[in-house]
């Protein structure tokens, strides 16, 4: 009769903890979706790439005053701090075969070297690094001293005048090498001509 009330009674604390697991199984499944619903969605290469296009303000012709070149300068700094995020690093030994490999007057050496995921890598990891220290810089500079601002505007121009970028991108496995590919270039053209036209005539005549 014992064993009998024993089982009963264990029944019932089985049927209690499914029961109570199946409430905490419904409620941590609700936590989990409620956080990651709440959690930002890091935007895509092609919506950094949209954001710099509408910053360009193209329906305006002549003048890019203070408060666009801003939003210019803050989209192009998030898309330079993007397309650095997606650049994978040398480690210390690719670093050390490659300085030894430049550091030679063997040109089958040196070729070699140069078309190189790791050289490509460099290149890449050298070009955004510099891209963003200068729209940092820029974000200070606007609407300050009309010359710093000119001089880091036209430093700029760098960032999209590389010929080599989308050459490094496919020798790095990281892209097509086509400016429409993983990583977004086609507006490069476009901010080139905006920073030489519109936005440094309007710095000069301020």
Request: charged share 20%; net charge positive.
């Amino acid at each position: 009769m014992k064993k009998c009330c024993q089982t009963g009674a264990q029944k019932s604390s089985a049927e209690s903890l499914r029961l109570t697991g199946g409430r905490m199984s419904r409620f941590a499944l609700a936590f989990v979706l409620t956080v990651s619903m709440s959690q930002p969605v890091a935007a895509s290469t092609d919506e950094f790439e949209k954001a710099v296009f509408a910053a360009l303000h193209l329906s305006e012709f002549q003048r890019m005053p203070a408060e666009q070149r801003k939003q210019l300068a803050q989209a192009s700094l998030a898309y330079w701090k993007s397309f650095d995020s997606r650049i994978p690093r040398n480690s210390p030994a690719e670093t050390e075969w490659l300085l030894r490999e430049l550091d030679t007057t063997d040109t089958t050496r040196i070729g070699r070297a140069i078309n190189s995921p790791a050289y490509a890598q460099k290149q890449l990891a050298e070009l955004s690094t510099n891209c963003i220290g200068i729209f940092e810089k820029l974000l200070i500079a606007i609407g300050g001293t009309k010359d710093i601002e000119l001089y880091l505007w036209l430093k700029s121009t760098q960032c999209y005048s590389n010929t080599g970028v989308a050459h490094y991108q496919l020798l790095a496995g990281l892209s097509n090498g086509r400016y429409d590919g993983a990583f977004k270039m086609q507006s490069f053209t476009m901010v080139l001509s905006t920073i030489t036209g519109k936005l440094a005539n309007t710095i000069v005549q301020e």
